[in-house]
């Protein structure tokens, strides 16, 4: 059974798995879904909302270091920096799950679809339904690219049109690499300049994500100068 229904984006992800998990109470008894089935699947989305909330906390953090490090490095001569970033502090774990927790919820979802009491409108309110908005061109899609610098750091502004977001590839002088991807715009590349007084050349691509996967064309290829 193909799996429209099913969010990818892992912050997205959370939210269908926690939705889910919060109403199937509502129909177990419909669907001869055991307390023990319940309650695994809520036990999969905590943990998984747990582990989510975590990563946002470190990808934070990590962002900070490169600010400080930025600071370091080109900062004003001679004073001292000893405002080093606050380490995370993380949420405490919740009841271990095993390992494929996606698997089980299709498994689980795909057990509801099949019951003879199945309707659409269950399935809009668990969140196992394909979204009815409007229809996105994954085929000619083309993201449209911006290169400003703000702040001493090249900017890439983008709009996403109800796509989930880039995946950015960058030249810098030995050929197109995957640099990173990007779910909010406007995207920060937060690569190390060149070495004080030398200048080079950045180029970048990107293409839109949609479920997952990379969909439509390349954007065009815009370039900037950098000097350190």
């Known amino acids: 059974m193909k799996r429209y ?12 798995l926690g939705n ?9 008894t419909t ?17 998984f909302q747990w582990g989510v909330n975590n990563i946002k906390k470190i990808e934070t953090y990590k962002r900070n270091w490169f600010s400080f490090k930025k600071i370091l490095k080109h900062g004003e001569h001679n ?25 089980r919820f299709t498994t689980m979802v795909n057990r509801i679809k099949a019951h003879q009491d199945y309707t659409t409108a269950i399935g809009q309110n ?11 061109d994954i085929d000619q899609a083309k993201p449209i690219l911006k290169v400003v610098s703000r702040g001493g750091r090249v900017n890439l502004d983008w709009k996403k049109l109800g796509f989930d977001g880039i995946l950015i590839e960058k030249d810098s002088g030995h050929g197109f690499v995957v640099l990173d ?14 070495a004080d007084g030398e200048s080079t050349v ?27």
Do not use: H
């Open 202 to 228: 950045w180029k970048y691509r990107a293409m839109y994500l949609y479920k997952g996967s990379e969909v439509g064309l390349w954007s065009d290829i815009v370039t900037v100068g950098v000097t350190g």
């Open 126 to 136: 668990l969140g196992i339904e394909m979204s009815t908005g409007a229809k996105i």
């Open 20 to 28: 889910f998990a919060s109403k199937i109470d509502l129909y177990a």
């Open 79 to 103: 004073v001292t920096i000893n405002n080093f970033p606050d380490f995370p502090v993380l949420e405490s774990p919740p009841d271990v799950v095993a390992a494929g927790l996606i698997t």
């Open 31 to 47: 669907f001869g879904m055991t307390p023990e089935e319940t309650a695994s699947i809520k036990a999969d989305a905590v943990f």
């Open 5 to 16: 229904y099913l969010e990818l984006n892992d912050e997205k992800f959370a939210i269908q």
């Open 181 to 194: 991807k990007d779910l909010r715009p406007n995207f920060i590349d937060n690569s190390p300049l060149p």
